[in-house]
C-alpha cells in the first residue's frame, strides 16, 4: 500500500518495518526496555512457582501458578505486538481472555483460602455485601447490602467465572468478522455489527470486574494469615 494512502486509511495496519520507522531512533529502545522488563518478569514467575511448590499446599498451587503467569504473559505478547503490528489484534485477544481465565482463578482461590463455600458462609454470617464498590455501582449510594449466602456467593461466582467463555467469544468473533471485513473497529453506528459487540464486551467485562470487587471487599478482614489486600 502506499505511504501516502496508508495515512489517510485508519484500518492499515503497518508492517514491523513501516512501524520501526516511524518510532525512529526510539524503536531499538522500545523493544529493548520491553523484552527486559518481559524477561524480568519471568524470572520474577519463576521464583514464584519455586515458591509456591516448596511452600504451598498443592490445592492451591494450580491457581496461584496461573494468577502469577497473567503479568509476565501479557508483557511478552505486548513486546510480541511491537516487534509485529499486525499481530496485535491475536495478541489482545489472547492476553485479555487469559488475564479473564486468572481472575477466574483468582475467584477460586479466595474461596479455597477460606475453605471452601461452607466454611466461607460459617466465617461471614453476620457479614453482607457491599454492592457501592467499583467500577460500575460506586456513586449508588440507594444500592442495598445483601447478606452474604450460599445464592450470593454463587452469583458473585458465576459473574467471576462467566468472563474467560464470554471474553473469548467476543474476540473470536472480532477476529473472524475482521478477516472478513465485515466490521470497522471504532465505529459506534448502529447499523455497524462492532457496535453491538462492544457492548457484549462491555457487559460481560464489567459484570467480571464486578464480582472480584464485591469478593475482594467482603472479605477483607478475613484472610490476613494469607497476606490477602484489596
Known amino acids: 500500500m502506499d505511504h501516502k494512502n496508508a495515512i489517510c486509511n485508519n484500518s492499515y495496519i503497518p508492517n514491523t518495518a513501516e512501524y520501526m520507522e516511524a518510532l525512529g531512533p526510539y524503536g531499538a529502545s522500545v523493544m529493548v526496555i520491553g523484552g527486559l522488563i518481559s524477561v524480568g518478569l519471568y524470572v520474577l514467575f519463576f521464583e514464584q512457582v519455586f515458591f509456591t511448590q516448596t511452600n504451598a499446599h498443592r490445592i492451591y498451587r494450580r491457581h496461584i501458578f496461573w494468577i502469577a503467569s497473567v503479568y509476565p504473559l501479557m508483557a511478552a505478547l505486548s513486546v510480541l505486538s511491537l516487534l509485529v ?8 485477544a489472547v492476553k485479555i481472555t487469559y488475564m479473564s481465565v486468572g481472575i477466574s482463578h483468582f475467584t477460586d482461590l479466595t474461596l479455597l483460602m477460606f475453605g471452601g463455600e461452607e466454611v466461607m458462609l460459617q466465617t461471614m454470617a453476620e457479614s453482607r455485601f457491599n454492592l457501592q464498590v467499583g467500577p460500575s455501582c460506586c456513586c449508588c449510594v440507594c444500592l442495598p447490602s445483601p447478606p452474604v449466602s450460599k445464592f450470593s456467593i454463587r452469583l458473585v461466582v458465576m459473574l467471576s467465572d462467566q468472563l474467560p467463555f464470554t471474553q473469548a ?3 473470536f468473533l472480532v477476529l ?3 478477516s472478513a471485513n465485515n466490521i470497522t473497529i471504532g465505529s459506534v453506528s448502529w447499523k455497524d455489527a462492532s457496535f453491538y459487540l462492544y457492548i457484549f464486551n462491555m457487559a460481560s467485562f464489567m459484570s467480571g470486574a464486578y464480582a472480584l470487587s464485591l469478593l475482594t471487599y467482603v472479605s477483607k478482614g478475613h484472610l490476613e494469615h494469607y497476606s490477602y489486600k484489596v
Open 85 to 92: 503490528p499486525r499481530a496485535n489484534d491475536i495478541c489482545t
Open 169 to 171: 467469544l467476543y474476540h
Open 176 to 178: 473472524v468478522l475482521l
